[in-house]
């Protein structure tokens, strides 16, 4: 069967071109190595946290500064999207994610980012939150209580106290036994959050804060608030407990991260798109054609336990991501390649031109800030920017023209080329083939 | 010591960037203590394990059941589940292989035993006492799903049976039955005869050995290694020949695939060319469908069925499809199970020390089931032991999805398992 749009990458660049294709009425498919990048991340929507060259002071409203954006990168995705339709996009996530229960909310102040703590108590620049994490705003004043479990090798609640308290913020650590939540001697965030589907779970967590808990305070908890039944798990806690709580992202893997992508990746089932994880691309196939430029995709094969498996499809979006997400790889003398097309890329192709010498510096380093070149439609474009073939396209993390971890941009960048990109395919008058 | 080398995984391991996405999903860790995850056992443990090492391998690693979901969701491609498979022959070779693991490696040789005298052999394994006895004395669990001997004869005798009605055809296609329809149930070949001739192939059904499997899992990989080369001088002239070999467990197939190349580095001499003639039987299937070359006239088939992809079908990397093709049954409606497992992994679950990990990893599957409603009167799934462990945990009978097919064509009678 040959899909209308085949998506590679399963991450939230690549379930959103796929939402949004299927809503649009094409047949799609998401093919995937493995599970996407979500699992690390924070299970925020970060938009714009810093402008290049400007590491210590965070972005107050992201896209009221995209023109400030324009004058160090020029050819980032969102100058070239506008302001009006990042907002755009942004919204349809938020509108989305409301459909899945799973809801998202910005600062009160319109536009404006979020503060929150991190997993070491550092104030994080977020456009959008889960609603389980919006009561850690560090702009409100109640002090905070952080409450960690013993022995959870992957929360500090002293540390990130004692951070929070060095900004400024009014915040103490306290300790619950384990046992209330797990009898394992050996557990995770994901088996905590498991447990915690369960009511009576809840209920004996809610105990536990009622004794540590002092009037006024807001309690900070690691991200383990329920998988299935989160929202459930969260209004009953807060209900139990009478005080604010928040979630703090921990160490990955992360559990917001996996909410997101399995509402994310049950809506697309429901929308009969298949999102076939375990499957690595290794190969493509063209039209023949007597008139050389741009070709045409006719299909992407994956490998399987013995012969490639062909993907035929009218329209392929590539979402694989970069250097972290797997869509790039590199060698040793610091040749680094897009893995499936061999697309090229602006990144550095010497080692030693990989890095500035300080680890820190504030222009960031370049290794990270390559990617695919493509021109306004999201097609991938040579040297000369000639599109390369005329029904490939690219989002998220593989795009050139951004820092995303610098910039604390890499879920805006996702979100936001994921639906542009699959605004020009079905823009794209369909062909008899 | 143990002398194979590591060379087809070792490269992988500096592929692991630790972020634990294996661990999120591992079923076993997620409900004992037992193992501490894929990434703990595997390619962490794994810096410590190259050959010549003084270290045997830490016990936790035989816990990993095999499943291969970490491998399914790792997203940088570490073959976990191999190093955690040569870790266990490591253990095997150093410390010895338990008179329980040979006997559950040994599929075939107890098939055949068994089907001398199948009511006989039913009786001794089955009556209470003696499950007692096998628990106490060599550690079967008492209550793990064993299968019951055939009582109207083996796959193979049925083929002999019924050579003179057999379809003769240009088209010819190789089966490859695995020790399970051959001995326990042979309606599973006679309804992937009926389905592969209905389609107007002559099926081929060549002397053959158990795959290895059971042994490459229990650690055993020296008997293994001389399985897969009976294989491939078994099925090497049909595969020189060009004819495809189709198989109806998934995990036979896996193995003639990719498992026993792959851990026992076996690449030449006519594995590789073995391997490629392979195939799962539904992704053959499939092949036809999109070649136009699948008969689909099938009659309606007015039910709820709930479907588990088993962990081995899955790794094949194919995607789903059995899913694929019952869903173009009239009136089936077939639910697709989420569930990462059903918790046997082949031997494991029957294992005194493992059988209640397999039934806490197998609940995610039996609620599924339950979930589904009262109109759900039986469940599918590809692999023969996953069958055994949903009926053990759900109640309902379990069908292979070519038995469904099998029904589909009007060829077979689903509740007797009987070709009409």
Known sequence: MTVDLLVIGAGLSGLMAAVSAANHGLRVKVIAKGMGALHWSAGTVDVLGYLPERASEPVDAPLARLSQLATTRPDHPYVRLGSKMLDTALQRFADLCNDLELPYAGSSRSGENLSLPSAIGAARPVYFAPSAQLSGDLSRTEPMLIVGFSGLRDFYPTLIAENLSKLGHSARAAFLPIQLISDRHDFNTIQLARALDNEKCVQRLAAGLRQVLESGERVGLPAILGLENHTAALAYLQKQVNAPIFEIPTLPPSVPGIRLTTALRRYLEQKGVRVEIGMEAIDFSVRQSPIPNPQSLTSVSTATSARPLEHRARHILLASGGLLGGGFDSDANGRVWETIFDLPLTTPQVRSDWFRPKFLDPAGQPVFQGGIAVNRHFQPVSDSGQPLFDNLWVCGGALAGTDPIRERSLEGVAISTAIAASQQIFSVPTQTT | ?420
Not at chain 2, 120 to 142: M, Q, T
């Open chain 2, 1 to 420: 010591m143990f002398t194979e080398s590591w060379l087809s995984v070792g490269p992988s391991l500096d592929e692991c960037i630790k972020c634990n996405i294996c661990t999120s999903y591992c079923p076993v860790s997620a409900v004992t203590d037992r193992f501490p995850g894929p990434k703990y056992a595997g390619p962490q443990a794994q810096r410590f394990r190259e050959n010549g090492q003084v270290q045997t391998p830490d016990d936790s690693v035989d816990y990993c059941s095999g499943c291969r979901v970490c491998n399914e969701v790792c997203p940088t491609g570490v073959k976990i589940a191999e190093m955690n498979a040569r870790a266990r022959a490591q253990i095997a070779s150093d410390k010895g292989i338990p008179i329980r693991n040979r006997l559950l490696g040994r599929n075939e040789l107890l098939g055949k035993v068994g089907s001398i005298a199948p009511s006989l052999a039913n009786f001794g394994l089955h009556n209470p006492a003696s499950r007692v006895l096998a628990e106490k004395v060599v550690g079967i669990a008492r209550e793990a799903p064993l299968p019951r001997w055939s009582r109207d004869g083996t796959f193979g005798a049925w083929m002999k049976r019924t050579a003179n009605r057999r379809l003769k055809s240009e088209k010819k296609v190789v089966y490859f039955h695995g020790c399970a329809t051959m001995y326990y149930e042979p309606y599973i070949g006679r309804a992937a005869v009926a389905v592969l001739e209905h389609n107007g192939y002559e099926v081929i059904v060549p002397s053959q050995n158990c795959c290895g499997l059971p042994m490459l899992s229990n650690g055993e990989f020296g008997a293994a290694r001389h399985y897969h080369e009976n294989n491939i001088r078994k099925l090497g002239d049909y595969v020189d020949a060009g004819y495809d070999i189709v198989g109806t467990s998934t995990s036979c197939t896996l193995t003639l695939k990719e498992e026993a190349p792959d851990l026992l580095d076996m690449h030449e001499g006519g594995a590789h060319e073995l391997k490629m003639a392979v195939w799962d039987i539904f992704e053959w299937l499939r092949e036809r469908l999109e070649l136009g070359e699948l008969s689909i006239d099938f009659a309606r088939l007015d039910m709820v069925l709930p479907y588990h992809a088993p962990c081995q079908g899955r790794a094949h990397r194919v995607g789903k499809p059995a899913l694929q093709i019952m869903a173009l049954i009239p009136e089936l409606d077939v639910r697709e199970s989420r569930a990462r497992c059903c918790g046997i992994a082949g031997t494991y679950g029957y294992k005194v020390e493992k059988y209640q990990i397999a039934m806490d990893v197998g609940e995610e599957l039996i609620s599924y089931v339950r979930e589904q409603g009262a109109r759900v009167e039986m469940t599918a799934c590809d692999s023969e032991t996953c069958r055994w462990q949903l009926e053990h945990g759900s109640g309902h009978p379990s069908r292979h999805p070519i038995e469904i097919l099998a029904a589909a064509y009007g060829l077979y009678d689903l509740e007797h398992r009987l070709l009409i």
